[in-house]
């Protein structure tokens, strides 16, 4: 169902907890027969045709549904109806506070890949009144440690049921809890927990852009953030780290003269999607300017082409990806991501090429001091990262394909893996990649994104050939010697390949794959989130091969998560009883960070000697 206005979570919160017990038992079944409901209306106000004889009507604010009483179904049992819960159930979740025009807005994080943008928080004058920063005396206060205990309550349940079992009920009381965390100043994890719930809606609705691995690494984040903040001893030090902010702080900065590097599609789980565009300083500092709201891909899509709001240019993102900037009078944040307050002052500039300083300059960089630079950053929070700090600069050479990656040779003789940096079909991106497995031999300067999993994996965002260097690219004057992957669409003819593309990886190797015994891990946790703890009380641990593999700790805790899942307390009349699943949360978040951290360092080691 598509054209529903956003619906706030005490909104969805306050429809189902009117629901009498036996309706609620039926609530996902409502949901999915709501799937075809016709929708009419505008922006203002959407009417929903159940039958014949009964419509919901959502009233909306601003494009918001903010009051239960703006739901209105015309059936005999309104307002305590399936009908009703089920169109909110349906609608995208706004979870925001609103937004002051007079001061300059962080749209998202920039830094991240597409499914790490969350939602902007509360801000200054809003109605939560949520601290930007960590509390005063450097402590939580007993609401905010209520709000941290409620989600990691709720982040418990959600692991012991899976998807299988996280139908609107359970998922509306994790948005519940992620609207409080986040009027209470708890950021950080109200931004992974609306991930959490976006991915298991997308989950049980099957749709495309779900990722079981995404999710799995979201509810890691959750769970182990919450746990923290819930804890008794917190050192002060790590309130800001654990909290994350409402909204950046952006500082004046003195006249800057940018250059375009690439334009990069954004598509978050969170509903926002856009462009996020990095320009160079004559320093070869990397900045952003970004064009992010609430919408699907075929506003990612759109997106380049929008206005850069950054002083008045006229300049589109992907024009701006081949001209520069002069800047007077800007402001921008701590990490890179430019404001666009009233104030500023742009005007067009010329660009500079790949091949030209100070743009030249990133690639000069050496691939280890690159490296450590990109795995540093992505272990941070997104809203921490320096813009373009977890970006490779790569000079490679076209391998062939593998499956569906492009393998290429850096200049020292190791071989990376290329994968796609969005895996929607509205996007250019595997239509290009694809071409370029063709290219064979062809010789290109890449920017890419470090993916920290896999070992020497990237996931490529823009291409440029390398000049007289043989096989390369006829690429148009109007692209100015470099290809955006997501927005800019190659063709076949402009392919000046020397061989045939390579069908299997060099020496047999199978690229971007990790160690067997830590992928076995993965499938353990992975398996968890999709079936739920039953699942694992029936599942082999496997411990003896990874003894084999010299994983000794890693055993030991899913030896320790198989006991937790079969672990059932009894009565003192020897009954079966349920357990709050507190132990079987703890041991799958101890498995869950031994394994995130022994990838990430497999990862590391695959790209330096």
Known sequence: MTGLPAVTAPVLAEALDALPGRLRKKVDDAVARAG????????????????????????????????AAAARCSCLLAPNCLHRVAVLALAPVDDSAPVDDSAPVDPAPETAGPAAVAAPGPTSGSAAEAPVGPPVGGELTERQRAAADGLWQVAVTVLAAGIVGCGVVLRTALLRAVHEA?????????ATGTRVAVGLRAARAAEPQYRLTDLTDDLRELL???????????????????????????????????????AVPVVADSGYAGVVTYLVDRDGRLWTVADLAPGDVGRAAGAGDSAVAVGESGLSHRQLTRAGLVVSGGTASASGQLGTGRSVRAVRAGGAGWADDPLVGLWAQPLADQVRRAFAASALPVPERPAGADLLFLTVRVLGTHENTVLAATGDGGVLTLTVADEHAELAHRHNLRLLGQAVGVELRLVGRLDPTRRATVQALAVAPVPASGPGLGLPESWAGHVDL????????????????????????????????????????????????????????????????????????????????????????????????????????????????????????????
């Not at 986040?182 to 109200?190: D, E, K, M, T």
């Not at 402009?494 to 830590?518: I, K, N």
């Not at 411990?543 to 672990?567: N, T």
């Open 36 to 67: 075809g409901w016709p929708v009419t209306g505008g922006a203002g106000e959407v009417t929903v045709q159940v039958d014949d004889a009964t419509t919901v009507t959502l009233v909306a604010t601003d494009g918001v549904v903010r009051d």
């Open 182 to 190: 986040r009027a209470n100043g708890l950021h950080r994890v109200a």
């Open 224 to 262: 182990a953030v919450s746990r923290r903040l819930r804890g008794t001893a917190l050192p002060a030090g790590e309130l800001g780290h654990l909290l994350g902010t409402a909204r950046r702080a952006y500082d004046p900065q003195a006249g800057l003269r940018l250059y375009g590097l690439c």
């Open 486 to 609: 997501g927005y800019d669409r190659l063709h076949h003819s402009q392919l000046r390949t020397a061989g045939e593309p390579a069908s299997t990886p060099v020496g047999g190797q199978r690229p971007g794959t990790g160690d067997p015994a830590l992928r076995l891990l993965r499938r353990h946790l992975e398996r968890v989130i999709s079936g739920g703890r039953a699942v694992q009380a029936l599942a082999d641990s496997s411990q003896r091969g990874l003894r084999r593999a010299r994983l000794d700790l890693g055993a030991y805790l899913l030896g320790a998560m198989s006991v937790a899942a079969r672990a059932r307390p009894r009565d003192p009349f020897g009954r079966v009883t349920d357990d709050d699943g507190q132990a079987f949360a703890e041991s799958w978040l101890a498995l869950a960070v031994y394994e995130e951290a022994a990838s990430r360092a497999l990862a590391e080691a695959s790209w330096l000697p």
